[in-house]
């Protein structure tokens, strides 16, 4: 069966940077873009950016350039997004999605915290 | 960034029909805009409701449907049942970005 499996939960200190797997099976990894969305607690969905898995090519918006990176390793069929400069307000729970099939992460829940 | 704007909550009786629209501070919604709707329920993940204005996933319901309406896009519940009380987000795509709306949380009273 299809899943999207998250790494585990972290706890990071403001000022470090946290990388959150995503790992495909049961479909085609190199189909359609992989998003990643996040949701602070008790708040509503934040859109941080996509990969396009086929070739590697990203797009953030506006808020996060310049703090977020995301890669793919097709050999693992496994997207990673990499978020720095930690401030409390990152605590979130972050999903990887491939939104238009409906593919969900189970969500992985970082905490930034003094 | 612009901005999506959804209703923050509405409530349909069971069996009624209930529109949550979704707006964009640029303009009409149109179907470049390529508008997905979200249904989240307490303690789940999101899930994808609807893609590119109206096209379902093999699990949403028929009562359930997408379309334009009045240069917004719309979801439409008819016949509402009490598992359609959920959070539904609306996400409008521009130039390569995505962006949320805020939600609609509703209720089946």
């Known amino acids: 069966q299809v899943q999207l499996v998250q790494s585990g939960a972290e706890v990071k200190r403001p000022g470090a940077s946290v990388k959150v797997s995503c790992k495909a099976s049961g479909y085609t990894f190199t189909g359609n873009n992989i998003h990643w969305v996040r949701q602070a607690p008790g708040q509503g969905l934040e859109w941080m950016g996509k990969?396009?898995?086929?070739?590697?090519?990203?797009t953030y918006p506006q808020k996060f350039q310049g703090r977020i990176t995301m890669t793919r390793d097709t050999s693992t069929s496994t997207v990673y997004m990499e978020l720095t400069s930690l401030r409390f307000e990152d605590t979130a729970l972050y999903y990887c999605?491939?939104?238009?099939?409906?593919?969900w992460g189970q969500g992985t829940l970082i905490t930034v915290s003094s | 960034q612009a901005v999506v704007t959804q209703e923050p909550s509405l409530t349909v009786s069971p069996g009624g029909t209930v529109t949550l629209t979704c707006g964009s501070s640029t303009g009409a919604v149109t179907s470049g805009h390529y508008p997905y709707w979200f249904q989240q329920k307490p303690g789940q993940a999101p899930r994808t409701l609807i893609y590119?204005?109206?096209n379902k996933q093999s699990w949403t319901p028929d009562r359930i449907s997408g379309s334009l309406l009045g240069g917004k896009a719309a979801l439409t519940l008819s016949g509402a049942q009490p598992e359609d009380e959920a959070d539904y987000y609306c996400?409008?795509?521009?130039?390569?970005?995505?962006?949320f709306g805020g939600g609609t949380k509703l209720t089946v009273l």
């Open positions: 590119d204005i109206n």
């Open positions: 999605a491939e939104t238009r099939s409906d593919y």
């Open positions: 996400s409008l795509f521009y130039t390569g970005v995505s962006v």
């Open positions: 990969i396009k898995p086929s070739d590697g090519s990203t």
